[in-house]
């Protein structure tokens, strides 16, 4: 059974950073494309960044991109993505995916 658990949501500032987690259980990490999407209220899901497996080709959406940064630990089957400069239109549910796999999200909030 494949399992990820995202973690690390937090309330940040404006211009704030943090730092999300993703842990995969049940399938072959380090062969694994790992995305990350988000959900805020009353939008659609949107796609954040993705990394490829090695050697780790990073994309990102045009909101977020030069802002944050994806990256892997494949030997602790854990995805991350670091937030800097957070805005309130980051404030969202993050999501960590792989394939038709779908984690349960974490929450970051942002504002004064």
């Known amino acids: 059974e494949v399992r990820l658990v995202e973690s690390g949501g937090d309330l940040v500032q404006p211009g704030g950073s943090l730092t999300l987690s993703c842990k995969a259980f049940?399938?072959?990490?380090?062969?694994?494309?790992m995305k990350w999407y988000r959900q805020r209220p009353q939008k659609a899901r949107e796609w954040v960044a993705s990394i490829s497996k090695r050697p780790s080709i990073r994309t990102y959406s045009d909101a977020v991109k030069g802002r944050f940064y994806i990256y892997r630990e494949d030997f602790k089957n854990t995805v991350y993505l670091r937030m800097n400069d957070g805005t309130p239109e980051d404030a969202a549910v993050y999501i960590c995916?792989?394939?038709?796999?779908w984690g349960q999200g974490t929450q970051v909030s942002v504002f004064e």
């Open positions: 995916d792989v394939g038709e796999w």
């Open positions: 049940g399938l072959a990490f380090s062969g694994s494309e």
